[in-house]
C-alpha cells in the first residue's frame, strides 16, 4: 500500500509539477513553441524580424534561430497575431444620388491579416485605416447614381468599392474579403415622410382605379345581361301568340269541348277576381218586390 501510494505521489508530481515546470522552462530559453489554428507569431531581435511562424504545430526555434532562440525570449520580442477572418459594418456612409437627394448606405465588409509583417510595421492602425478607406471609397465611387440605380444594383455597387479598396489594403497587410451593402436609406427625415405620402396616396388612387374599373365590369356585365334576357322574353312573347292559336284552333275542331273550356276559363276568371256575385232564381218577380219596398220605404220618410 505504501508503495502504491508513493508511486501515485510521484506520478502526481511529475505530471502536475515537474512537467509545466519543465515546458516553462524550455520555452523561456526558447527551445520550442506552439502556433495555434488561424495564428501567427512573428520574432523579433535588435528591431529586426528574424522569425515568422504561421503554420499551426510545434515549433523547435533552435532549430530556426540558433543561437538567438534564448536572446529572443529575454530581449527581442514576440507578436502574436490572430489570423481568422473579421468583420465589420459601417452604418449610414453619406452619399448623394444624382437627383440630389441624400443618401446612407450601410457597407458590412470582412477582412484578414494577409502580410503579418505589413501589418505590424506599415501602418500604426491598419483596422482603423481600411475603414476609413473602405468609407471615402464608398463616398467617392456611389455618389451622384441615379436614384434607381442605388436603390436596386447593391451587388454591383458592392463590386465597385471592393475594386476600389482591395490594393489599398493589401498594401498594409489587411486583406479585404467580401463587401456588401447592406441598406440603402434616405438621411432626410422630411424627404421619407414627403415619399411616404406620395407612396399612400398612389395606392390611394390605385385602389380607387381597381374598385372603379370593377365597378365598370359589373354594370357591362349586368346590361349584357339584361340585354340578353329582354331578347329572349321578347322571343317568348312573339312565340307566345302562335302557340296560343295553334291550341285553340285544334280545341275548336269540337264545339261542345270548346264550349266547356270556355265556361271553365270564365268561371276561373270570376273566381280569381273576388267580385260579388248575386243569385237570381229563375221564375220570381224579384225586380217588381224590390221597386214597392223602395217606394213604401220613400212614402213613409
Known sequence: MSRFLIAAGATFFALF???????????MLGFYTIV????????MLFGKVVL????????????????RAPLVQWIGRVHVLDMRLDQEYLRSQPVNSEEGAPMGIGMWYEMFISDPVSYLFKNADPRGSLAANVSNATVRCLSN???????????????????EVSPKSHEWGY?????????????????IKQIEEKVVNRLRQVTSAIKQDGANQVSIIRNAAERQAAVEFAKAGAMRPRIV????????????????MFEILETEKLVEGQ???????????????????????ASRT
Open 17 to 27: 509539477v515537474l512537467g509545466p515546470s519543465i515546458a516553462a522552462l524550455c520555452r
Open 36 to 43: 495555434q489554428e488561424r495564428q501567427c507569431k512573428v520574432y
Open 52 to 67: 515568422t511562424l504561421h503554420e499551426p504545430g510545434l515549433h523547435f526555434l533552435w532549430l530556426r534561430l540558433g543561437w
Open 145 to 163: 447614381m441615379e436614384l434607381t440605380d442605388m436603390l436596386e444594383n447593391r451587388h454591383a455597387m458592392s463590386q465597385t468599392v471592393r475594386a
Open 175 to 191: 486583406q479585404l474579403g467580401s463587401i456588401y451593402i447592406r441598406k440603402v436609406h434616405f438621411r432626410d427625415a422630411g424627404m
Open 245 to 260: 292559336g295553334a291550341a285553340l284552333h285544334e280545341i275548336a275542331r269540337d264545339p261542345q269541348i270548346s264550349k266547356a
Open 275 to 297: 267580385a260579388e256575385i248575386t243569385l237570381i232564381p229563375k221564375k220570381e218577380e224579384l225586380l217588381s218586390r224590390l221597386a214597392a219596398l223602395e217606394e213604401d220605404r
